[in-house]
């Protein structure tokens, strides 16, 4: 089958002075000859481990693939079955020669309709008159088929695995912690001089500040930073110091206050507690800054907690409380903001040391079996990763293929 396609140039360029593209070749005068041979065997099944609309196409390459080269190109031509025999066909996509299988992955059929597939053989070539020419020939249709969605991608069985093996773990370790068991946990420098930390403004006479962060209730770390502030409410009920803790969402203004409330009670101390503890500044994150750091200089107080999701303004609030010479706790997951806490603060939590801190304070036994779950299975995977990458370097076992979800 040969096709004509118009060439578009302004003027007709010369017999001698052919112009191409890549991979289109020049012929004086093209012959049937230049017909390549067709694809065989074709061959097509939905796509495994996928969530449907999906075909996979697969063929014998055409002799002339080999040879002189003269295949191009594959297109994959698609028909609907109308009464079990193909309707008619368009274009779905190709692949450059060499290739020897097409897989529909873009969602472009429908789950449960039967299709018919052929492949076409295509050769390019322009004539001396500039006229840019196609040799196609078509293989036979292959059909029907339909794309099924599967409940479950085995490539991914590697990944289930792991999730029931750390569950596993979590859940044990709970069970442990709830029986009475001691956990190991190691000990959080920056937890353990919280005590110093509230003691030292107790002998002072001077406030303790809170600083939860820039986050909303919705945030991690906010949540992780409430928690540790229950512990030092508690502590500083206990010493009749006063915390003060101001906020720039409300959201996390109601949460303090009943945190602070609640560690009032605990310490058999409810008559201490007073609302104006917790006080919204603004929503503003520089406003919010500026507004603490005017705290500081003015009330100057003994020590300083920074807690939570914090930004661009985590260096300000640090060097304005460096600078008065309070002893500052600081805990965060932002890697962006460490070196700044790291740089101005006593005691820095790094990373996931802010949520440990929660189980580590709380000594609740929830957060002290997932705590110790999770560490176990990080083990798990820090000795499998040792000794894959021993296998591998030896060439005894290629470990990698258990972590691949790639066919």
């Not at 017909?35 to 065997?41: E, I, R, S, Y």
């Not at 709830?178 to 000990?187: N, S, T, V, W």
């Not at 820039?214 to 110091?241: F, P, W």
């Not at 603004?282 to 200089?297: K, R, S």
Request: proline share 4%.
């Amino acid at each position: 089958m040969v096709f004509i396609i118009p060439s578009f140039s302004l003027a007709q360029p010369e017999a001698d002075s052919t112009e191409t593209v890549p991979g289109d070749s020049v012929a004086a005068v093209p012959t049937t000859a230049s017909t390549p041979a067709p694809a065989t065997n074709v061959r097509t099944a939905d796509t495994d481990n996928d969530a449907g609309g999906s075909i996979s196409v697969a063929w014998d390459a055409s002799p002339d693939d080999y040879t002189d080269g003269k295949v191009r190109l594959y297109r994959i031509l698609r028909a609907e079955a109308i009464e079990g025999q193909p309707g008619e066909f368009t274009e779905v996509g190709d692949v450059p020669a060499g290739k020897r299988s097409y897989t529909n992955a873009d969602g472009n059929t429908v789950d449960g309709v039967l299709y018919f597939y052929k492949v076409v053989a295509v050769n390019r070539m322009y004539d001396a008159a500039g006229e840019l020419l196609e040799f196609t020939s078509d293989s036979d249709y292959e059909g029907p088929v339909t794309s099924v969605a599967q409940w479950f991608d085995w490539r991914r069985i590697n990944t289930l695995v792991a999730m029931f093996l750390l569950s596993f773990f979590i859940i044990y370790y709970i069970s442990q912690a709830k029986a009475g068991k001691e956990l190991f946990i190691r000990k959080i420098a920056g937890m353990e001089a919280v005590d110093e930390a509230v003691g030292r403004a107790t002998e002072m006479g001077k406030k303790i500040f809170y600083i939860a962060g820039i986050g909303d209730m919705d945030n991690m770390m906010t949540i992780a930073a409430m928690t540790i502030l229950g512990r030092v409410a508690e502590l500083s009920a206990q010493y009749e110091t006063y915390l003060d803790v101001p906020v720039c969402r409300s959201m996390v203004m109601v949460t303090a206050r009943e945190v602070i409330k609640e560690a009032h009670s605990k310490a058999g101390r409810p008559d201490s507690y007073k609302d104006d503890q917790v006080h919204y500044l603004t929503d503003d994150q520089f406003g919010y800054a500026a507004g603490v750091d005017g705290l500081f200089v003015r009330e100057k107080p003994a020590t300083i907690f920074f807690m939570g999701q914090f930004y661009a303004e985590s260096l300000i609030l640090a060097e304005t409380g460096n600078s008065i010479g309070a002893i500052q706790i600081a805990g965060t997951a932002m890697p962006s903001q460490l070196p700044f806490f790291v740089a101005a603060c006593d005691y820095t939590l790094i990373g996931e040391e802010l949520f440990a801190a929660s189980a580590y304070l709380s000594k609740e036994p929830k957060l002290l079996g997932s705590l110790k779950g999770q560490d176990v299975g990080k083990g798990v995977v820090l000795a499998a990763l040792l000794i894959g990458i021993l296998l591998e370097t030896l060439g005894l076992w290629q470990v990698s293929n258990l972590f691949s979800v790639i066919d």
